[in-house]
């Protein structure tokens, strides 16, 4: 166990709809990351966010927002999902820019 | 942009022998570089980290060699067993980013 909660583990769900995917950071974390793993792909950074704040934003879709809540967990909202959103969903969490992360063990979303 | 990126997308070792993966970074202010191995099914679990003012780092294990002149991180694994293959990432970041930068992966292949 990394310490990094995401929940849910498998998530299937149809074109267009919407989905909120979980996130509670290892304890003393105020920085939590997001990715994006398509099959046989790299991590695609999605944003960070840093004790409650955006900090950091990569290629995010507009149909897509998260935000980080005062009890330091995140969700990542997506919206109009299309088939094309299949994916892992990593979470991640660390200290500072100056450390690695913690990774937790993702959510795959499976869009039909 | 500036991306990490490996060498090799696949590897395969005999039983025993020492791995060595290879990594390229095309980002010459990068300060800090770190390994994660990827099973299957489970999010990325840290290795081993390095920062640029070093140029070997040891673990258990694994060695991480870094090549500032040439821009090249290097992961070696010695005595590689079975539950070594696993998919590794290298990641960077430099000093004022907040966000890690990964590469496509290698697959690492453990033959008995």
């Known amino acids: 166990d990394s310490g990094v909660t995401q929940t849910p583990k498998h998530l299937i769900t149809a074109t267009g709809q919407r989905v909120t995917l979980r996130c509670s950071p290892r304890s003393g974390d105020l920085s939590v990351y997001w990715y994006q793993q398509s099959l046989d792909q790299g991590l695609q950074f999605l944003i960070q966010y840093y004790n409650g704040e955006e900090r950091a934003k990569g290629n995010i879709l507009e149909r897509f927002s998260a935000q980080q809540f005062p009890d330091l967990h995140s969700e990542l909202n997506l919206s109009s999902l299309e088939l094309g959103d299949s994916a892992l969903y990593f979470c991640?969490?660390?200290?500072?820019?100056?450390?690695?992360?913690?990774f937790g063990s993702g959510t795959r979303l499976t869009v039909v | 942009g500036e991306s990490v990126g490996l060498h090799l997308p696949t590897l395969s070792v005999q039983e025993g022998d020492n791995s060595i993966i290879n990594c390229a970074y095309s980002n010459s202010a990068s300060d800090y570089f770190i390994w994660y191995k990827q099973e299957s099914g489970k999010g990325p679990q840290f290795i081993i980290d390095?920062?640029?003012?070093?140029d070997k780092r040891q673990g258990q294990r694994v060695t991480v060699l870094l090549n500032k002149t040439v821009k090249h991180l290097s992961l070696q694994i010695a005595a590689t067993q079975p539950g070594d293959s696993a998919v590794y990432f290298c990641?960077?970041?430099?000093?004022?980013?907040?966000?890690?930068?990964f590469g496509a992966g290698t697959t690492v292949t453990v033959r008995a």
């Open positions: 990641a960077e970041k430099g000093p004022s980013d907040y966000k890690l930068s």
């Open positions: 991640a969490s660390g200290v500072d820019r100056g450390h690695g992360y913690t």
């Open positions: 390095i920062r640029s003012n070093m």
